[in-house]
């Protein structure tokens, strides 16, 4: 089945080695520590999501990441407060601008650049938009991030022990349509053993015209 879901390339200065077609474009999976995130080019950006590029001028990259609200904005985060952000909450979503590649801002081995079609791109992008609370239509930042180029968004749906930053990034992936299982993945581990199993299949695969990561949800 993997065989099917490599993507349709020509060389890439972003993974050498790979192919990258000018109809295609990259989702960036990033392991940051315990949770992952999902991460686009600014200028892969389709609406609505772009919108969020003025809000970090001069940002080449976002990269979204959820979270417990509660446990993200206490500045406590001791052993406590890790075991208090297992119980049901509220979500949050941290978005972190770079002017840098990924690889860059956090080492190549914690990113994996999946290589999909642009629709798929726009199917994993209208996931993030739609995980974002919005008010009369608009998405506003509810403050400031814990670090320079990054704010924090109220999300739609909770964060628990069942559903963490790893559940939501693999929906996320798998709202692309890539064979992704988001059931039951709790830990960072379980979703980049996924990814990494994608990513391999595609380098050792030839690259065939027309293959990509699966197909976009409908």
Same mark, same amino acid.
């Given at each position: 089945?993997?065989? /099917?879901?490599?993507?349709?390339?020509?060389?890439?200065?972003?993974?050498? !080695? +790979?192919?990258? +077609?000018?109809?295609?474009?990259? *989702?960036?999976?990033?392991?940051?520590?315990?949770?992952?995130?999902? !991460?686009?080019?600014?200028?892969?950006?389709?609406?609505?999501?772009?919108?969020?590029? +003025?809000?970090?001028?001069?940002?080449?990259?976002?990269?979204?990441?959820? /979270?417990?609200? =509660?446990?993200?904005?206490?500045?406590?985060?001791?052993?406590?407060?890790?075991?208090?952000?297992? %119980?049901?909450?509220?979500? &949050? &979503?941290?978005?972190?601008?770079?002017?840098?590649?990924?690889?860059?801002?956090?080492?190549?081995?914690? &990113?994996?650049?999946?290589? &999909?079609?642009?629709? =798929?791109?726009?199917? $994993?992008? $209208?996931?993030? %938009?739609?995980?974002?609370?919005?008010?009369?239509?608009?998405?506003?930042?509810?403050?400031?991030?814990?670090?320079?180029?990054?704010?924090?968004?109220?999300?739609?749906?909770?964060?628990?022990?069942?559903?963490?930053?790893?559940?939501?990034?693999?929906?996320?992936?798998?709202?692309?349509?890539?064979? *992704?299982?988001?059931?039951?993945?709790?830990?960072? %581990?379980?979703? %980049?053993?996924?990814?990494?199993?994608?990513?391999?299949?595609?380098?050792?695969?030839? $690259? $065939?015209?027309?293959?990509?990561?699966?197909?976009?949800?409908?």
């Amino acid at each position: 089945m993997l065989g /099917g879901c490599c993507g349709s390339l020509r060389d890439s200065p972003e993974r050498p !080695g +790979s192919y990258r +077609s000018s109809t295609s474009t990259v *989702i960036y999976v990033v392991r940051r520590g315990w949770h992952i995130d999902i !991460g686009f080019a600014a200028g892969d950006l389709s609406p609505p999501l772009a919108s969020l590029s +003025s809000r970090l001028p001069g940002a080449r990259y976002l990269v979204f990441g959820f /979270g417990d609200r =509660q446990f993200l904005m206490n500045k406590d985060q001791g052993l406590p407060e890790k075991f208090a952000a297992l %119980w049901p909450g509220k979500g &949050v &979503v941290l978005l972190t601008g770079l002017t840098a590649p990924p690889m860059e801002a956090f080492g190549a081995g914690q &990113v994996i650049a999946l290589t &999909v079609t642009a629709a =798929q791109s726009r199917a $994993a992008q $209208a996931f993030v %938009w739609n995980s974002l609370s919005k008010q009369y239509q608009s998405v506003d930042p509810s403050e400031a991030g814990p670090y320079p180029g990054s704010l924090y968004f109220r999300a739609n749906s909770g964060y628990s022990g069942f559903h963490t930053c790893n559940t939501w990034a693999a929906e996320v992936l798998k709202a692309a349509g890539m064979p *992704i299982r988001s059931t039951g993945t709790i830990f960072a %581990w379980q979703l %980049w053993t996924q990814v990494s199993k994608i990513d391999r299949v595609c380098r050792v695969l030839p $690259a $065939a015209s027309g293959l990509h990561v699966g197909t976009p949800a409908q």
